[in-house]
């Protein structure tokens, strides 16, 4: 569960990043997804939050990030190859060195941030 969840909120994330670069109107992007194959609920209730810095806390990165590393020792034991989701892991692993661990994964946004964004 927790596998797929981390990855989804990182797609989301990094679509969402695009879409603002690009000038899309993201705040329409769940709507003219809905019900497609990209669609999921975490792009239904992130992609608005990803895209207006709504941090309200619903989960920790630092829980992800201990969710993350229990998955990465089962592949490591069963010798399954899941470079996805270590480069996730290490992602959140980073947000939660910077300070953010207790925030939301809509924090996950402050990795995507543009250098000129000062963020």
Known sequence: NQVLCALNFMAVAEATRL???AGVDVLK???ALK???ADSAILQEYLPRFATRDYR???RIDNMVKDLNAAQDLARRTHTAMPL????AEVHRLLTAAGLGGEDQAALME????????K
């Open 85 to 88: 989701t270590a480069v996730c």
């Open 35 to 37: 019900g497609g194959r």
């Open 57 to 59: 806390r619903t989960g």
């Open 111 to 118: 990795f995507f941030q543009r250098k000129e964004d000062g």
């Open 19 to 21: 879409a603002l670069d």
């Open 29 to 31: 992007i769940p709507q």
